[in-house]
């Protein structure tokens, strides 16, 4: 049992689309997918190639549900199911002026403390049992893919960062004790402007940088120093 919901079944919430619908889990049940980390591999000449983080994937849930409402002793052979899978499609696509809303899943422990998913598809199986008056579904079981949602953010650059680092560069030779930040208060700059121009050496402020290492650094701007004005007296 999960958030209330008894065991074998799961609760499928769409508050946009007023969908709020306890199901039974069918055979198969929920198979849960996901959830690793993303590395890429970025080659280097000569060199061992960097792994770079991406992120985590996003877990995927795959439910093996069972809408039934057959009842071979009333009339007809029991609750139509058409309404219920109506409901389910158009709460999956949206519509022209949104696109589709999220979904809470309540029930599965696996996934309990992911809030938001959304719906990728909705598979029909080959369990259908219909009505012999009008046709309908009694009894249909369905394969429904979640995907796990995180909202789109964006990262919102400085200023400053967009810029990058302005002005000419040169080399510099790596002397014992150096750190960034010494190196830093010597070119007059930031110690973050030389992890910029050095991305792949410079990590830290202290770093013990390796002796006669050469890294990449601002030029020094000299100083313009004004001209004195001198009066003189004229001859008389």
Not at 16 to 38: C, I, M, P, S, W
Request: glycine letters at 8%; one cysteine or more.
């Amino acid at each position: 049992m999960g958030q209330g919901v008894p065991t074998g079944q799961v609760r499928l919430i769409n508050r946009d689309a007023k969908f709020d619908q306890t199901l039974l889990l069918a055979e198969q049940g929920a198979k849960v997918t996901g959830g690793g980390d993303l590395w890429d591999i970025v080659e280097r000449p000569r060199q061992v190639a960097m792994t770079i983080y991406k992120g985590r994937e996003p877990f995927q849930v795959e439910l093996g549900v069972m809408l039934d409402g057959f009842n071979p002793r009333v009339e007809q052979g029991g609750l139509s199911q058409e309404p219920m899978i109506r409901a389910l499609l158009a709460a999956m696509t949206g519509d022209d002026e949104a696109e589709p809303s999220t979904w809470d899943i309540q029930g599965i422990p696996e996934v309990n403390d992911i809030p938001e998913w959304v719906l990728q598809t909705v598979d029909p199986g080959d369990h259908i049992i219909r009505r012999a008056t009008d046709f309908s579904r009694t009894r249909q079981d369905y394969t429904l893919t979640f995907l796990e949602y995180t909202p789109p953010t964006y990262v919102q650059l400085r200023a400053k960062a967009r810029q990058g680092t302005k002005g000419k560069t040169t080399l510099y030779t790596v002397r014992r004790g150096d750190t960034p930040a010494s190196i830093a208060r010597k070119r007059r700059c930031k110690w973050t402007d030389l992890r910029t121009l050095n991305l792949s050496v410079v990590k830290r402020a202290n770093q013990n940088l390796k002796d006669g290492s050469r890294i990449r650094v601002p030029v020094v701007k000299q100083s313009k120093k004004k001209a004195r004005r001198t009066t003189r007296t004229p001859n008389r």
